[in-house]
């Protein structure tokens, strides 16, 4: 192993890098988790069978939206080897072909999502809550060729720390979709009242415009521009290519079971009624939003070790790693500690009061959120691990080891639990928090064990 010299950081240094790198992604995360939750606030307030049906259709465009970022996660590690080793030419290349990579992937997942509406009727659910969320499909869908492009852009930028630009059109993002939903959803400011076909709306604009705008500034700024990420766009660069698909399945793979194993809850839950149905919505609502603070640091800890193994730095990889891990489990567990003592102001949010069914959701949500609390953990430790291993370029076995813990046993344990053993949707949570601690463990087993499974040889990475 040809192991650089490098300054060696005390431990305390790493944090402060992390922090210094991880807050704009943290950041800029909530602000994209606020887009969604924006929507749901909105539906919520047309009514219990609008929010239950909304959360039909976000499941769907979510699962396809995390499978694209799987690529665009791969650019990550990608683009950080290479910049730490100042290679140019190799950003630029992988830059563009993950941006190709992603057009393909957008365009083969729009064809299943134009027969959302058999889908989810060969998923057993509500007829009404069916006709309202193909509504909603039917014109969101669109917005996730912009979405995917984004990302991409995002992964480029992150990667070689300039995050500021990624926060404001994140920023400018979350603005755009407000103000658009609060003005097609309900007929405000002179505009129709669209009800979920608004919301819809909203969202197809508020992913184009600030594409548009991280393209210009790419484009024509000065920290970017060196790069020419649009450079002969057109000209394919086939080993480039392979690396993106071959880094990013497994990783799109990966994300793709873990947002599926949620998909599948909604269902399960949707088995059992509206109410119930609604109350998942709240509940996951919040988990995703506390989720975006670990995904964030963990996000830093890709970037992290990526640059370290890119100019061998070997002994940073581990400093670097945990750092990441410790910051982001130190802000879950304030999370669920919110979780458990005060569930229900925050369920009341998404309520109206004036609602039949508004009180028979709060009762219903309140466990939910104590099982959300525990969750919140697993899911830090399981991103985290995750994400320093894809650091590494390491992404083949913790697919693996994602696709077991989340299926056969975390949804295994949901079924289970919420219908032969009669817990409901709080036995279906209870599943939920099994899978995660699984994976959680087996990841973070892989990267304290990195060495000895050869996961830093000179060819790995």
Known sequence: MDTQIHPTK???????????????????????????????????????????????AFQMIFMV???????????????????????TQSVRRTTRMGLWVLFITVMLFMIPLSFAEAILHALGQNPELIKLATAYLIIAKWSLIPAFLHAGLRSFLT????????????????????????????????????E?????IATVIANILPLIALGLYIHFGETARPYAIFQRFWRPEWPAFRSIVKIGLPIAISIFFEAGMFAAAALMIGW?????????????????LSFMIPLGFAMAGTIRVGNAAGRKDFVSIGPAGWAAMVVGLC??????????????PLIRMFLDN?????????????????????????????????SNLRGLQDT??????????????????????????????????????????????????????????????????
């Open 65 to 87: 939206f995390i499978f694209g970022l799987g690529f665009g996660a791969a650019l990550t590690p990608l683009v950080a080897a290479a910049a730490g080793r100042d290679d």
């Open 159 to 194: 990667s070689l720390e300039h995050t500021k630009a990624v926060l404001w059109s994140a920023l400018a993002m979350a603005v755009i979709n407000a103000i658009l939903n609060y003005a097609l959803i309900f007929g405000n400011f002179g505009a129709p009242r669209l």
């Open 331 to 344: 802000f879950s567990a304030a999370a669920a500690l919110v979780f458990w003592l005060m569930p229900e």
């Open 354 to 386: 004036g609602n039949k069914d508004a009180a028979a959701v709060l009762a219903y949500a309140v466990p939910l959120f104590a099982m959300a609390a525990a969750f919140q953990i697993f899911d830090s430790l399981q991103v985290a691990s995750g």
């Open 272 to 288: 059992i009624g509206v109410v119930p149905l609604a109350a998942h919505g709240i509940a996951l609502q919040w988990a995703s």
């Open 10 to 56: 005390t431990f305390l240094q790493h944090l402060q890098a992390t922090l210094k790198l991880g807050v704009p992604l943290v950041v800029t995360q909530l602000i994209f988790m606020l887009i969604g939750v924006t929507d749901t606030l909105m539906l919520g307030w047309l009514g219990v069978k609008e929010l239950a049906a909304g959360t039909l």
């Open 196 to 200: 979920m076909e608004g919301a819809a």
């Open 396 to 461: 083949k076995i913790p697919m693996i080891i994602a696709t077991i813990s989340y299926w056969p046993i975390g949804m295994g344990m949901a079924y289970l639990l919420a219908f032969p053993l009669g817990y409901g949707g709080a036995g279906v949570w209870a599943g939920l928090v099994i899978g995660l601690a699984v994976a959680g463990v087996a990841l973070t087993y892989r990267f304290v064990h990195r060495e000895r499974l050869g996961l830093l040889l000179d060819n790995k990475i």
